[in-house]
């Protein structure tokens, strides 16, 4: 490899050489795109320093500040000089700028925008070769080695070329993205631009004017800047920074806008891929400085049917976090989500809860809610029903032996040994676990029908009779494993609020410290042995961990329901009494029948539910299973941590015979994949799978501080807390507003100290929506922003009827409305 070459000479194949920027550079340059001429420091001149200053980076590979200083004032070889300098001759002398290509940057995940130094307008044979020098100790920054580390990129393998071009005294110059980079939309070029040189708006000095394009390069919004700097070559070498805004900037030319329309469209077509160009005007002529892929770019938009937006509100809380590969090849398609397809497939439905998650680089990257088809099943779809309900009570479902098998199948999986398990059989055992959970799909297909039919038979006769308002209510006396679950808690927290010494304690959500109760701590696993496989944040995900796996945030729930007795009224028991006072209910034949009615319809909702929860008894059983291999695949050097293992999919590890004798190139494939999933997951961290706005489309809120789908009704003024996650559970105040993203069954427990609910996600049909019922407090599903617009302590008042939060008409003490039967805060 030469020392310098001609950017001509590179392309995509020569990261090695020339770094990302410069090989993409040569790539464009080879493809007839306008780019300044210039020639690369390879990275071969790159280790000839570090072998002349005896610098050994895999010692030193995180010792940023001393191996920067070491890089800037080492003396470079004489023949690396000597190329440089007769480089720099050949491209006429004059001004250059220089600039860094590290051989990780510019690529898919990891673009290392701004991580390493840039050298505009430098002017001399010497200030360029310090130039160079200067770009190689940018490899070793803080906020460089920062960026490596959050990306999984070794930084004992990197090398650094260094790209020399011509200089370009730019009149404008800026960044084009060649897809939206807020929307996703593909057919918008945008364009931020201003006076001078690309650097003022690169490094966010100024506020750019700003255009977005469509593939012709017609304007279609435009909005101006403020010029706050503008940078500029200096005589002699370097920049100039004048300051000061001009009122009425001038827009580029329409000629300007339509080249770099053609050239985004045609680079990004070149590369397969959405880029982020960076670009000057100069001479009447537009150049292209450096091209790299577009990072943390939503998925394209979607326009979405009814259908899809009702299923998609489901879906949204389902998956509030991005899922693993491990998660698309294990508990996705054979736990919940996979359990429904199957039923809905078996009814004539089909494509309902199937291939709704779609990956990019091996990593999810967009959600986008089916649209389900009949097949021609769904013609016998009526007799099926009816035969089943006839033959299925789910009254007694727990006794099908089905059910039975089911449970002690999987009790016998948890009790197995995993660390004593050879390979062998510890790689098959994730499947042992998702083939055990089959028989639930069977037991839903045939206990469903009769449910339907008796919450339907029980809805009609109360529309009947008028009462159909009391349905909710009525339905509440159910007895579930849910609501064993929060009595359970209730009973945990009723022994903390009798032992301050505990209170403490549990305030502190020690878990460690618990074993100086004995009783609570006995009583406290057992509590975990029971329910610890409830989910923190989606039942359909394994990688997020369970209550038995996180036990502070039970701790947490004990916490807040210990700070003050469970209140209300018994609403079942109300309904029923408000019901049987109709006059039609006298006879009691017909009151014998109506309650039979009410007790199916009960039975019906309680399977539902339990069959949930029995569903995921095997959940920390398939995780614990899947951490055990991640722990020998770490012993093993494939991995670093033994969660690390969630990058993988299920065959790719079922294909490892024995990881200790993996040879360097199986090993090395293996650390490279996950490394490449895990620089791609942290490049879309803060991209969602699918924007909201198009499941739950903006509603016209007059002065509502949000607004989303009404889902129980009633008013209240309370204090917001905002609760993100299962973790943030022992912050909440007894009697605010619970503002979330999303719930699922583990966030019960607040319900009932909660004095109304708001939502982001979701719709009336969804978990959040029917508890809020049962315990008759206000809640709003779908508003999208209201845990970004909502803050702790705010007061404001929820109309579960309107669904609108708004600001309190009159004011208000928060003290006084944290409880809502408070004046101020009172629930209608």
């Given at each position: 490899?030469?020392?310098?070459?001609?950017?001509?000479?590179?392309?995509?194949?020569?990261?090695?050489?020339?770094?990302?920027?410069?090989?993409?550079?040569?790539?464009?340059?080879?493809?007839?795109?306008?780019?300044?001429?210039?020639?690369?420091?390879?990275?071969?001149?790159?280790?000839?320093?570090?072998?002349?200053?005896?610098?050994?980076l895999?010692?030193?590979?995180?010792?940023?500040?001393?191996?920067?200083?070491?890089?800037?004032?080492?003396?470079?070889?004489?023949?690396?000089?000597?190329?440089i300098?007769?480089?720099?001759?050949?491209?006429?002398?004059?001004?250059?700028?220089?600039?860094?290509?590290?051989?990780?940057?510019?690529?898919?995940?990891?673009?290392?925008?701004?991580?390493?130094?840039?050298?505009?307008?430098?002017?001399?044979?010497?200030?360029?070769?310090?130039?160079?020098?200067?770009?190689?100790?940018?490899?070793?920054?803080?906020?460089?080695?920062?960026?490596?580390?959050?990306?999984?990129?070794?930084?004992?393998?990197?090398?650094?070329?260094?790209?020399?071009?011509r200089?370009?005294?730019?009149?404008?110059?800026?960044?084009?993205?060649?897809?939206?980079?807020?929307?996703?939309?593909?057919?918008?070029?945008?364009?931020?631009?201003?006076?001078?040189?690309?650097?003022?708006?690169?490094?966010?000095?100024?506020?750019?004017?700003?255009?977005?394009?469509?593939?012709?390069?017609?304007?279609?919004?435009?909005?101006?800047?403020?010029?706050?700097?503008?940078?500029?070559?200096?005589?002699?070498?370097?920049?100039?920074?004048?300051?000061?805004?001009?009122?009425?900037?001038?827009?580029?030319?329409?000629?300007?806008?339509?080249?770099?329309?053609?050239?985004?469209?045609?680079?990004?077509?070149?590369?397969?891929?959405?880029?982020?160009?960076?670009?000057?005007w100069?001479?009447?002529?537009?150049?292209?400085?450096?091209?790299?892929?577009?990072?943390?770019?939503?998925?394209?938009?979607?326009?979405?049917?009814?259908?899809?937006?009702?299923?998609?509100?489901?879906?949204?809380?389902?998956?509030?976090?991005?899922?693993?590969?491990?998660?698309?090849?294990?508990?996705?398609?054979?736990?919940?989500?996979?359990?429904?397809?199957?039923?809905?497939?078996?009814?004539?439905?089909?494509?309902?809860?199937?291939?709704?998650?779609?990956?990019?680089?091996?990593?999810?990257?967009?959600?986008?809610?089916?649209s389900?088809?009949?097949?021609?099943?769904?013609?016998?779809?009526?007799?099926?029903?009816?035969?089943?309900?006839?033959?299925?009570?789910?009254?007694?479902?727990?006794?099908?032996?089905?059910f039975?098998?089911?449970?002690?199948?999987?009790?016998?999986?948890?009790?197995?040994?995993?660390?004593?398990?050879?390979?062998?059989?510890?790689?098959?055992?994730?499947?042992?676990?998702?083939?055990?959970?089959?028989?639930?799909?069977?037991?839903?297909?045939?206990?469903?029908?009769?449910?339907g039919?008796?919450?339907?038979?029980?809805?009609?006769?109360?529309k009947?009779?008028?009462?159909?308002?009391?349905?909710?209510?009525?339905?509440?006396?159910?007895?579930?494993?849910t609501a064993?679950?929060?009595?359970?808690?209730?009973?945990?927290?009723?022994?903390?609020?009798?032992?301050?010494?505990?209170?403490?304690?549990?305030?502190?959500?020690?878990?460690?410290?618990?074993?100086?109760?004995?009783?609570?701590?006995?009583?406290?696993?057992?509590?975990?042995?029971?329910y610890g496989?409830?989910?923190?944040?989606?039942?359909?995900l394994?990688?997020?961990?369970?209550?038995?796996?996180?036990?502070?945030?039970?701790?947490?729930?004990?916490?807040?329901?210990?700070?003050?007795p469970?209140?209300?009224?018994?609403?079942?028991?109300?309904?029923?009494?408000h019901?049987?006072?109709?006059?039609?209910?006298?006879?009691?034949?017909?009151?014998?029948?109506?309650?039979?009615?009410?007790?199916?319809?009960?039975?019906g909702?309680?399977?539902?539910?339990?069959?949930?929860?029995?569903?995921?008894?095997?959940?920390?059983?398939?995780?614990?299973?899947?951490?055990?291999?991640?722990?020998?695949?770490?012993d093993?050097r494939?991995?670093?941590?033994?969660?690390?293992?969630?990058?993988?999919?299920?065959?790719?590890?079922?294909?490892?015979?024995?990881?200790?004798?993996?040879?360097?190139?199986?090993?090395?494939?293996?650390?490279?994949?996950?490394?490449?999933?895990?620089?791609?997951?942290?490049?879309?961290?803060?991209?969602?799978?699918?924007?909201?706005?198009?499941?739950?489309?903006?509603?016209?809120?007059?002065?509502a501080?949000?607004?989303?789908?009404?889902?129980?009704?009633g008013?209240?003024?309370?204090?917001?807390?905002?609760?993100r996650?299962?973790?943030?559970?022992?912050?909440?105040?007894?009697?605010?507003?619970?503002?979330?993203?999303?719930?699922?069954?583990?966030?019960?427990?607040?319900?009932?100290?909660?004095?109304?609910?708001?939502?982001d996600?979701?719709?009336?049909?969804?978990h959040?929506?029917?508890?809020?019922?049962?315990?008759?407090?206000?809640?709003?599903?779908?508003?999208?922003?209201?845990?970004?617009?909502?803050?702790d302590?705010?007061?404001?008042?929820?109309?579960?009827?309107?669904?609108?939060?708004?600001?309190?008409?009159?004011?208000?003490?928060?003290?006084?409305?944290?409880?809502?039967?408070?004046?101020?805060?009172?629930?209608?």
């Amino acid at each position: 490899m030469a020392l310098v070459s001609a950017l001509r000479t590179f392309g995509r194949s020569d990261l090695a050489a020339a770094g990302g920027k410069g090989a993409n550079l040569g790539e464009l340059v080879t493809a007839g795109f306008p780019v300044p001429d210039g020639f690369v420091v390879t990275t071969e001149a790159y280790e000839a320093v570090v072998r002349s200053a005896d610098l050994h980076l895999d010692q030193r590979a995180e010792d940023g500040s001393a191996l920067r200083a070491a890089f800037e004032s080492v003396a470079v070889p004489d023949d690396v000089r000597t190329a440089i300098a007769e480089a720099y001759a050949a491209l006429g002398g004059g001004p250059v700028a220089v600039r860094s290509s590290a051989t990780a940057e510019d690529l898919p995940g990891a673009a290392f925008a701004g991580q390493q130094d840039t050298y505009l307008n430098v002017v001399g044979e010497a200030d360029v070769v310090d130039a160079v020098r200067r770009c190689w100790g940018s490899l070793w920054t803080d906020r460089a080695i920062a960026y490596r580390r959050a990306r999984a990129i070794d930084p004992a393998g990197l090398r650094l070329a260094v790209v020399v071009q011509r200089m370009v005294d730019a009149e404008a110059a800026g960044v084009m993205f060649t897809a939206d980079p807020v929307t996703g939309d593909r057919g918008r070029i945008v364009v931020d631009a201003s006076s001078g040189l690309g650097e003022a708006v690169v490094s966010g000095l100024v506020t750019p004017d700003h255009y977005v394009l469509d593939r012709r390069g017609e304007v279609r919004e435009w909005s101006p800047g403020r010029r706050e700097v503008v940078i500029r070559a200096a005589e002699g070498g370097g920049v100039t920074h004048d300051r000061g805004g001009t009122a009425s900037p001038s827009r580029l030319p329409a000629d300007v806008l339509a080249d770099l329309a053609r050239f985004g469209t045609g680079v990004a077509a070149h590369f397969g891929r959405p880029q982020d160009v960076e670009w000057a005007w100069a001479g009447g002529r537009v150049w292209l400085l450096q091209a790299r892929p577009m990072t943390a770019l939503p998925p394209p938009p979607v326009r979405l049917n009814r259908f899809q937006r009702r299923l998609g509100s489901v879906l949204l809380e389902y998956v509030p976090v991005r899922p693993y590969p491990i998660d698309m090849t294990t508990w996705l398609p054979h736990g919940p989500a996979g359990l429904m397809a199957r039923v809905t497939a078996y009814f004539g439905l089909r494509g309902a809860f199937e291939d709704f998650l779609q990956e990019h680089d091996g990593v999810v990257d967009r959600l986008v809610p089916p649209s389900p088809r009949p097949s021609p099943r769904v013609l016998g779809t009526p007799f099926r029903l009816v035969s089943l309900a006839r033959r299925h009570d789910p009254a007694r479902w727990t006794t099908d032996p089905r059910f039975v098998a089911y449970l002690a199948r999987v009790r016998d999986l948890a009790d197995r040994d995993l660390t004593a398990m050879p390979w062998t059989r510890l790689v098959r055992f994730p499947r042992q676990v998702l083939d055990a959970v089959q028989p639930i799909a069977d037991l839903r297909i045939a206990y469903l029908p009769r449910t339907g039919l008796a919450l339907v038979r029980l809805l009609v006769a109360l529309k009947l009779l008028r009462r159909g308002s009391l349905m909710s209510d009525l339905l509440q006396g159910t007895r579930t494993r849910t609501a064993d679950t929060n009595r359970a808690l209730e009973a945990l927290a009723d022994r903390v609020r009798r032992d301050q010494r505990l209170a403490d304690v549990v305030g502190r959500l020690d878990v460690a410290g618990l074993e100086g109760f004995d009783d609570f701590h006995r009583e406290f696993t057992a509590f975990l042995a029971e329910y610890g496989h409830r989910e923190t944040a989606s039942p359909i995900l394994v990688t997020p961990p369970t209550w038995v796996d996180v036990p502070e945030t039970v701790l947490g729930l004990v916490k807040v329901l210990a700070a003050a007795p469970a209140g209300g009224v018994d609403r079942a028991a109300e309904a029923v009494r408000h019901l049987f006072r109709h006059p039609l209910l006298r006879a009691p034949q017909r009151r014998r029948r109506v309650e039979r009615w009410i007790e199916q319809a009960r039975a019906g909702i309680a399977f539902r539910e339990d069959s949930h929860f029995y569903f995921t008894v095997p959940l920390p059983v398939l995780r614990r299973s899947l951490l055990e291999i991640g722990a020998r695949l770490r012993d093993a050097r494939v991995l670093d941590d033994p969660e690390a293992v969630f990058h993988l999919r299920l065959e790719e590890i079922e294909a490892v015979d024995d990881p200790a004798a993996l040879g360097e190139d199986a090993l090395g494939g293996l650390r490279a994949v996950v490394r490449a999933r895990a620089a791609r997951r942290e490049e879309l961290r803060g991209v969602r799978l699918i924007d909201p706005r198009l499941i739950f489309p903006p509603r016209r809120g007059g002065d509502a501080l949000v607004s989303g789908t009404p889902a129980s009704g009633g008013t209240v003024t309370a204090p917001v807390k905002v609760i993100r996650e299962a973790a943030d559970f022992a912050s909440f105040t007894d009697g605010a507003v619970l503002v979330c993203p999303y719930t699922n069954p583990s966030w019960t427990p607040l319900f009932p100290r909660a004095a109304a609910v708001v939502v982001d996600s979701g719709g009336t049909a969804s978990h959040a929506a029917i508890v809020a019922r049962e315990y008759g407090i206000p809640a709003i599903m779908g508003t999208v922003t209201g845990t970004s617009v909502l803050t702790d302590g705010r007061l404001v008042t929820v109309d579960g009827d309107t669904g609108r939060v708004t600001a309190p008409s009159t004011p208000a003490d928060p003290s006084a409305s944290a409880d809502p039967s408070a004046s101020g805060g009172s629930a209608s």
